[in-house]
Nanobody
Framework: QVQLVESGGGLVQAGGSLELSCAAS????????MGWFRRAPGKERVFVAA????????YYADSVKGRFTITRDNARTTVNLQMNSLKPEDTAVYYC???????????????????WGQGTQVTVSS
């Protein structure tokens, strides 16, 4: 398993930007697919973005394409989510996710066998 610690959440006005970071630690964390999910008030947790273990392939939910960018650092110990042109509907708790399977499996399984961070609140005001 991988320990995940998120940071960067906060309050921002519509149209603004935030960058979330997730620091991973563990014996095999460098080989993990990583990504982000979010849960808005009263809704189910849904996929946002994912990145392959080496950063070569990325995936995005339709709702964030063109606005959010997911990246990994060179050592593959941190995954970031740059969020631009934020909308009130982006308001949610954002969760970092990690799995030793591929990105498609992480997405379709809703990270059912992977690790989760505790979540960080993002609030976008109008």
């Amino acid at each position: 398993q991988v320990q995940l610690v998120e940071s960067g959440g906060g309050l921002v006005q519509a149209g603004g930007s935030l960058e979330l970071s997730c620091a991973a630690s563990g014996r095999t964390f460098t080989a993990y697919t990583m990504g982000w999910f979010r849960r808005a008030p009263g809704k189910e947790r849904v996929f946002v973005a994912a990145i392959s273990w080496n950063g070569g392939v990325t995936y995005y939910a339709d709702s964030v394409k063109g606005r959010f960018t997911i990246t990994r650092d060179n050592a593959r110990t941190t995954v970031n989510l740059q969020m631009n042109s934020l909308k009130p509907e982006d308001t949610a708790v954002y969760y970092c996710a990690a799995d030793n399977r591929d990105a498609v499996t992480l997405i379709t399984s809703n990270n059912n066998k992977g690790s989760w961070g505790q979540g960080t609140q993002v609030t976008v005001s109008s």
